[in-house]
Structure formats: C-alpha cells, structure tokens
C-alpha cells in the first residue's frame, strides 16, 4: 500500500512539473515542450530554460523545505497546529523582509533573502530565550511562539502603514511568489535542501519517541532538552532558507504534513519523504494554476496554495471533531 | 553526543562554505560580462544606466516598457512600445499617451511583469525600473539588451536626466535633446502665465482611507518646488499620510486633489468643520485634477499637463 501511494506521489510531481513547463502566458505543447528541452535555439528556449525550469525547481525545493519543517515542528510540539507559520517564523522573515523593501529599497537583489533569513533565525534565537531554554512544556512553547509571531506582524502592519504608498511589492513577497526566480535562486537553496533533508530523514527514530510525549522520550533515555534543541534548529534552517526565496509561504508547511499523516500514519521514516513531495506537488500546481488564471498578470503561489489547500484543511478538522465526537 | 554536535556544526560550516562560493562565482560571472561588453565596435549605442552598461548594436525596432512614464517617453519621440507593463489597465494612460498609443501587448502589473509575453514579444530593448525590477534583470537581459532607470524614486530633475538616456537608447539622442528644448521652453512660458508664486501648495492622492501628501521628495512635490511653490508639508517621507487634523497644522494655501477612487476620505472631511479652517478652503484654491496625469505619466507630456493644470487653476486671473 505505502509503494503505491510513494509511486503515485512521485509520479504526480512528474506530471505537475511537466504542467508547470507547459502552461503559463505562453502556452508550450508537450511536443515544442520536448524539443526545447533537447535543442537550446528554439523559440521556446528562453522561456523553458531560463523561467519555467528553475521555478520548477524552486517549487519543489522550497516546497520539500516547508514541508518538512513542518512534520519536525508538529512532532516536537506535539500539536497538529504547530508550522513555521504559527511559530512566528515565516513572520520574522517578513518583518525583515518588509524592512529592507521599505527603508533600502534600492538594495542590491541579495540582501532581501538575506534579510529574510536573519529574521527567521532571530525568531529562533527568541524561541530559545523566552522558553527559558526550550524546558517549557511543548504548548507552552507554542504559545511563545504565536506571541513572537504577533510581534513581528504588529511590525509588519506598523510598515505597511508607514508607508502605504509603497505596500505593494511588499504584500507580494509577503503571500509567496515564485515570480522572476531564476537559477541564481537555485543554486542558492539546493546546497541547503540538499544537505538539510537527508539530515531530517535521518533524526526519524527520535521524532517517532517525541511523538509519545515527554515521559516516554526520557524514558527511553532520549535528553529531550537538547534533542528539541536539534531538531527546532534543523526545522528553522528548512523552513528560513524556503521562505527567503520564495517568501512567507506558511500554509505548506502545516498543510503537507497533515495529507502525508493521514497516508502513511505518524512514523517519520515514511511521513518525512511523503510530507516533502506533497509539499513539492502542492506547490507545483499552485503555481500553475496562479500563472495561467488571471494573465497577463499572477496569482501568487502562497495565495494559490492555501486556496487549494484549505478545504482539504476545513475537512480534516471536521474528520477529527467526528472521530473524537 | 559530542560526536553528533561536531557533525551538526560541520554541516553548518559546510554549506556557508559551499554558499559563499557559488557568491563568488556569480560575481566572477557578472564581471566577464561587462569586459566581453567593453570590447565591442563603434557605431553602437552605449548606454550607461543604473545597473551597468548596455550596447546596442543598432537602434532598437520593438521596445518593451515597464513603466507609464517610459511610455510618455516614447511618445514624445514618436515611437511605439510593442509592450507596456500597464497594470491591465488601460485607463491609467493619461489621455495625450493613449491617443497617440496604437497597438501593444499588456505585459501586466508593473511590479510583476510577465516575463514569457515579454519573451514572446520578442523586443530587441527592454526599459526597466530598478525598484521593481533589479531582481529579475539578469532574466530580462537574456531575453533583450536591458536598461535600468530609477524612474519609481525620481523627482523631477533626475526623469529630465532619465529621459535623456531614453532618447539616446532609442538612437534619438538628438530629437531627446530637441523635444526637451522644447519642454523647458514650455514650462517657462507657462510660468509667465502663473506669474507670482507665493502660494504653499500640496498635491495629494486621495482614496477612501486616506488622504497621501506628495512632498517635496515626490516626483509630483518636487516639479511643483521647481516652478517656484512653497512644500507646506516638509516631510522626510514622499508620500506621508496625513489626518484631517495634520493637514490643517500643515495649512497649504492651495491643494490639488489626485483622486485614486470615485469616493475618497475628502468626502468626509467636507463635512468637517475643520476642513473650513483650511486657506485653501477658506481662498476656493482646492482642485480635483486627473492623477494619471499628475501622479502616472511622470515625463514631459505629464509634466506639461500638470503646468497646464496649474495655469488654469492659479494663473493670473
């Protein structure tokens, strides 16, 4: 059962990603497709090669990163709320990002993601200090982290009414674009994806033990203190690296892990790998759908994603209040 | 443990490692392109514009804009864009532009342009801005020879000086001159026609949540500080948002209204008390103007348009 649906998620990322190379503004057959793939002088070449393929990458990248950001924090805090979102971290790197769009806008293009990074592991380094060094139960450590997140959005608001004029390239970094990323983006994330993934695979013995609450994990002879340590870091890092790319794209990270759960069940050698390609699917698709729907102009993917993804959200609440009901 | 904490802090070491060196590479990129640039013949166009130096091998034919002002640019030399990044909205072409306008594709929201129609047109020169567009340079380049200009923080001196590079990367260089010639001449003669200018003065877009000072750092603000008109505001901000009671603190002696929407909060203010406590309200002297003249169209025929406003509104009765 778990081959086929990894066979059939594998294969759907296949086909996204073809979807993707051929829908846009510019419609490419699968055959024009094909050889513009092959032959780098045809019509197509630019828009195949340079725009479609690395936003094609970036999706799955970020979408792998957010993803799994997200299982690590749902395990760790142990509540199936939890996401980069809801613990102030895609926040802090908006609240950084806004910062340089508004006060440096005319920045070189690097120090945004830049920024964006900062901001994320600032909002780390604040989760250690206010939950006096993570010994704070896991709901309480949540709790900390909306608050950090409400912080920073409160700045984010106090920008953007600062500066209403100007709120507009703004309010796009903020929902999530994959417009204009190129291969100089990709080479950027892939060494972080890269190196960080196989790194969360292979925490999945101890993500299985936090599942079953701290009593056990210490039981079990695992020092939890410094684990969550870890493992938040390893989750930051995903999910700051993801967002400084694409910007604040929350709802994959809490999304993904949800879909992957009710799949393969709670044990993290499946839930990880499955979490990150539905995520990457997620992801894909969104930006296809964002880029064909409203030209010449896009839908962001952020706001796409979290439209295809909400209802299946709204089901899943309602699944769990029957059962529990 | 230890071991695993060493691990950890390796693999950390490793990938800003690996990171600073793919910066490096790209810097090393940038470089061998603007020497393979230099050594290119005479008889081209070298522009030198915001981020680099662009050669043309010839003037270019089909021309892709990304902002409005670019447009009134290219008006006034009596070209035509084969594509306007216009927000999808024709409407926001001030008047003047849009008749002598003929057939272009819409490439979408001036922010994010869409850069497969752009592609797909085919241009042989894109006309960018470095705000909104520095990120995707490096694409647009590969598409057609680039240029950027800071036209979304120029005021009005610097769109003189922006117009100038417009006309060169467009081969006019000298009709650029010609027509901007022309330009001051007609802004002097209509400050004749104004005669005295002692007035404070406060341009402001309008819609329903606010009301959106132009100072003296605008585009807008500063063309009105160059014909001789007094900023009342006198903000470090270009655009500050002001209340009903700032912008009674701030008194201007007249106003123009920029309107964005049909309703707008000066609606509401009219009801005010306040608002008659106002010089330009106690003198008749607040106007409602196009903002897609005043605010838009940020190059000579916009620029006329605003001087012809004014001499209507304040000339010398």
């Known amino acids: 059962m778990n081959k086929i649906i990894f066979t059939f998620s594998c294969l759907l990322m296949m086909i996204f990603s073809l979807l993707s190379l051929s829908v846009g503004a510019v419609s490419i057959s699968i055959p024009d497709l094909w050889y513009s793939l092959l032959q780098k002088d045809t019509s197509f070449s630019f828009i195949v090669w340079e725009y479609r393929l690395p936003r094609v990458v970036i999706s799955i990248l970020s979408g792998f990163g957010l993803a799994v950001s997200g299982v690590i924090l749902q395990s760790l805090v142990r509540n199936p709320l939890a996401s980069p979102d809801v613990i102030g971290l895609t926040k802090g790197a908006g609240f950084f990002a806004a910062l340089v769009i508004f006060l440096f806008p005319s920045s070189p293009s690097y120090v945004l993601p830049a920024a964006a990074l900062t901001g994320a592991f600032l909002v780390f380094i604040l989760l250690l200090l206010l939950s006096k060094r993570l010994t704070l139960s896991p709901d309480a450590f949540a709790l900390v982290g909306i608050a950090i997140g409400a912080v920073f959005q409160s700045g984010i608001q106090y920008l953007l009414v600062k500066y209403p004029a100007d709120i507009n390239m703004t309010l796009l970094w903020l929902s999530g674009s994959l417009w204009g990323r190129g291969w100089s983006e990709v080479f950027s994330l892939l060494p972080w994806i890269l190196i960080l993934l196989p790194v969360a695979w292979w925490q999945y013995p101890k993500l299985n033990v936090f599942q079953l609450g701290d009593e056990y994990s210490q039981t079990l002879g695992l020092d939890i203190i410094r684990q969550r340590f870890w493992l938040l870091l390893l989750s930051v890092s995903l999910a700051g690296v993801s967002v400084a790319s694409v910007g604040s794209i929350g709802f994959i990270g809490l999304i993904a892990p949800h879909i992957a759960r009710k799949l393969v069940g709670g044990r993290h050698q499946l839930l990880i790998p499955l979490a990150a390609i539905i995520g990457a699917n997620l992801m894909l698709i969104g930006d296809s759908i964002g880029r064909i729907i409203i030209v010449p102009r896009e839908v962001p993917v952020g706001i796409m994603t979290a439209i295809i993804g909400a209802p299946y959200f709204v089901y899943l609440l309602r699944r769990e209040h029957k059962r529990k009901g | ?317």
């Open chain 2, 1 to 317: 443990m230890q071991h695993r904490m060493k691990r950890m802090f390796g693999f950390v070491f490793m990938s800003i490692f690996i990171l600073s060196l793919i910066a490096c590479g790209n810097a090393d990129e940038n470089e061998s392109k603007e020497e393979a640039l230099k050594e290119t013949k005479k008889e081209t166009i070298e522009i030198n514009h915001e981020l680099g130096k662009t050669v043309l091998e010839k003037a270019p034919e089909k021309i892709v804009v990304l902002e409005f002002s670019y447009t009134d640019a290219l008006m006034t030399l009596d070209v035509q864009p084969v594509g306007v990044a216009d927000d999808d909205d024709p409407k926001l072409f001030m008047d003047k532009v849009r008749d002598q306008l003929k057939e272009y594709t819409s490439i979408g929201s001036r922010y994010e342009p869409n850069i497969e129609m752009i592609s797909s047109l085919q241009p042989d020169l894109i006309i960018a801005d470095l705000n909104h567009h520095k990120d995707i340079y490096d694409q647009l380049n590969k598409i057609a020879p680039t240029i950027v200009l800071d036209d979304h923080q120029a005021d009005y001196n610097q769109m003189l000086d922006n117009y100038l590079v417009i006309a060169k990367a467009l081969g006019k260089e000298e009709e650029g001159k010609q027509r901007l010639e022309e330009h001051h001449q007609k802004i002097e003669e209509a400050k004749q026609k104004i005669g005295e200018t002692t007035l404070t003065v406060l341009p402001a877009v309008t819609n329903p949540k606010g009301f959106f000072a132009h100072s003296d750092h605008s585009y807008t603000g500063s063309f009105l500080l160059n014909i001789g008109f007094d900023d009342p505001v006198k903000s470090e901000d270009s655009y500050p948002q002001l209340g009903l009671e700032q912008l009674v603190e701030t008194n201007p002696q007249a106003i123009f209204l920029l309107p964005a929407t049909e309703e707008t909060i000066v609606d509401e203010w009219g009801k005010n008390p306040l608002w008659q406590e106002i010089d330009a309200v106690q003198n008749n002297k607040v106007f409602t103007v196009e903002r897609r003249d005043w605010a838009l169209s940020r190059g000579l025929l916009g620029s006329e348009k605003m001087i012809e406003d004014i001499v209507k509104h304040l000339g010398d009765q």
